[in-house]
């Protein structure tokens, strides 16, 4: 069974076209211990929304955990795959607005990089409704 997660990237830094151009990368930078956390616990075939943060605050695009190794627990190598563009990207302001994210996360600790998904938040970022 697959877990979901969003990850954030700051577009300046990494941007989700960067990850469609290279295809597969490892996600690292990410220091605070409760993001690191939700690494340790991806697996591969997990499913991912990349968010873009800075002026943008949107959900962008899909990925895929292609392998994920905990070995070292202060710093989990989680390479991903691109996926596809989301049909349509969708706004911090319209992710608040719904009842599925109230307690998520994603908007009670705003700077969480790492943001653990139920499977309806997923699919409702991703379109599949």
């Known amino acids: 069974m697959a877990n979901y997660y969003l990850l954030k990237t700051e577009p300046s830094e990494y941007s989700f076209a960067e990850l469609m151009k290279d295809g597969v990368t490892q996600w690292d930078g990410v220091k605070n211990p409760t993001a690191v956390m939700h690494m340790r616990a991806m697996k591969a075939g997990d499913g991912l929304v990349i968010y873009e943060t800075g002026n943008v605050k949107t959900a962008v695009g899909r990925a895929t955990v292609v392998s994920a190794n905990a070995k070292d627990p202060k710093n989990p190598v989680v390479k ?9 990207a969708i706004s911090l302001e319209e ?18 990089s790492v943001v653990p998904l139920t499977k309806e938040q997923f699919e409702f970022l991703v379109g599949k409704q």
């Open 80 to 88: 991903i795959k691109a996926g596809a563009v989301l049909e349509k």
């Open 95 to 112: 992710i608040k607005k719904e009842k599925i994210f109230r307690e998520s996360p994603l908007i009670k600790i705003g700077r969480l």
